[in-house]
């Protein structure tokens, strides 16, 4: 692995993890949406998480094509473009049943 994919892979670890304590104490994605400060803060590591992805080389992504590298940055290019379009419900969603798959996923690399 090149060290600038190494880098951006720990970079979207730590990112992950932001999201994860940003969102520790809440249960629902009603508490989600009206705490507003962890919902902002949350939506800004999702795209620092997607721009990190395209930051990474092809050749990484292609020998770790099992990640579904562009479904990241779409979610990415939804939440910086389409701001107020966002579902709480939705983002509360992946939070709780995608983004410790990709955690896995990221740490096993």
Known sequence: ?????????????????????????????????????SFDATIMNFIILGESVDKLSESFKKIHSDIDWREIYDFRNVLAHDYFGIYPAEVWEIIQKHLPILKAELEAI
């Open 1 to 37: 692995m090149h060290s600038k994919d190494e880098t951006i892979i720990l970079v979207m670890l730590e990112t992950i993890g932001k999201i994860m304590l940003f969102t520790s104490g809440l249960k629902t994605a009603e508490e989600f949406a009206e705490d507003v400060k």
